[in-house]
């Protein structure tokens, strides 16, 4: 009897192995011609199909048809937006004293809330939010408005000269040029008074209020004549005032912020 030889062809070593694992092996194939068959049916098509495409449009197709799509580009970032609109109006001495006190009675606060209150008015009337505000304030500490404007009058003493005109000085601790700018002019051609530069003192420069609003609060105080000299202005024809300062708000709101 011939014995069998212990080597056997790789052929029927790798079909008996085949043979042994053929689920497995089975799972194999249908997996890769799965893969395969997906990878065809989701790919874009190249230029000669979609030309086919193009001349018989009355082929249903259940796989999406895509098309070339340029790049977006990056928007640059744009900056912070400035907070809502509101304004506020300190009515000088308001809740605290008379301030300037004339012969006849006349008190700058009475004349400052004249103007305060008129200029609110103005501003509401084009839809501009408008607090009025008394002198020390206890709003002033946390109030983050678009701008601040402190209204007063100048003294009632009669001097040896005629004093007439008004001042503005700007808060040191915000850049407050604009707003500056705006209400200066706006009230020079409204009232057609003289910049009293001449007068300005320590306490509008270093006004109270600068120093207790936030950072980042534009700000100004602005006395709008004399008592004696400029009376009948501030009293009788106060409407003319109170239109050179809320004129020049609106400059700054218009002009100033969008800048």
């Not at 084009?126 to 678009?146: A, C």
């Not at 009632?156 to 850049?175: D, R």
Request: glycine fraction near 6%; charged fraction near 15%; include cysteine.
């Amino acid at each position: 009897m011939r014995q069998e030889s212990s080597w056997e062809p790789s052929i029927f070593v790798i079909l008996r192995f085949l043979g042994r694992n053929l689920p497995i092996v089975t799972f194999l194939i249908l997996s890769l011609a799965g893969m395969l068959f997906t990878y065809w049916f989701f790919s874009p098509p190249t230029d000669s199909t979609a030309q086919a495409i193009a001349l018989n449009s009355n082929i249903a197709f259940s796989a999406p048809i895509y098309k070339s799509i340029p790049d977006r580009p990056v928007a640059q970032r744009i900056s912070q937006s400035p907070g809502p609109l509101r304004i506020g109006i300190i009515s000088g001495h308001l809740g605290s004293d008379s301030g300037a006190v004339c012969n006849d009675g006349l008190t700058e606060a009475e004349i400052n809330l004249d103007i305060a209150n008129q200029v609110a008015d103005q501003l509401k009337a084009q839809g501009v939010p408008v607090d009025i505000l008394e002198e020390f304030d206890d709003r002033l500490p946390n109030y983050s408005g678009t701008a601040v404007i402190s209204i007063h009058a100048d003294s009632c003493i009669q001097l040896n000269t005629e004093l007439s005109g008004y001042k503005i000085s700007g808060s040191s601790f915000t850049n407050s040029d604009q707003l500056f700018s705006c209400v200066e002019q706006s009230y020079q051609s409204t009232t057609q008074l003289q910049f009293h530069y001449n007068t300005i003192t320590e306490h509008m420069t270093d006004y109270h209020a600068f120093r207790k609003i936030p950072r980042g609060v534009p700000a100004i105080i602005i006395e709008v004549g004399f008592m004696d000299q400029d009376r009948i202005l501030l009293t009788t024809n106060s409407n003319i005032p109170a239109t050179g300062i809320s004129n020049g708000i609106l400059c700054y709101i218009n002009e100033g912020i969008s800048s």
